[in-house]
Nanobody, 114 residues
Framework: QVRLVESGGGLVQPGESLRLSCAASGITISNYMVDWYRRAPGKDLDLVATITKSGVSGNYAVFVKGRFTVTRDNAKNTVYLQMTSLEPEDTAVYYC???????WGQGTLVTVSS
């Protein structure tokens, strides 16, 4: 049974950084394309970024381009979302998703506030 568990969220000040993790179990995560989504309070779900099976990151949303990076550690079966220069507008619940498996994690809350 596939399971995705996000972690690493928290409260940070504007300009700070966070690294979110998406740990997979029940599958080999490198066999799948993984998306990061986010839902800000009162807003729709937005695609943030993607990492392909071959480990290439892309599909960065305009609002995060240049600040966020998706990487993967095959040995840890984990995908990461490195977020820098965080802004209050980045406040959201962040989810990792494997669309081909309809698999979602429970989400991790990121709050950016002074």
């Amino acid at each position: 049974q596939v399971r995705l568990v996000e972690s690493g969220g928290g409260l940070v000040q504007p300009g700070e950084s966070l690294r979110l993790s998406c740990a997979a179990s029940g599958i080999t995560i490198s066999n799948y394309m993984v998306d990061w989504y986010r839902r800000a309070p009162g807003k729709d779900l937005d695609l943030v970024a993607t990492i392909t099976k071959s480990g290439v990151s892309g599909n960065y949303a305009v609002f995060v381009k240049g600040r966020f990076t998706v990487t993967r550690d095959n040995a840890k079966n984990t995908v990461y979302l490195q977020m820098t220069s965080l802004e209050p507008e980045d406040t959201a619940v962040y989810y990792c998703v494997i669309g081909t498996l309809s698999a979602w994690g429970q989400g991790t809350l990121v709050t950016v506030s002074s």
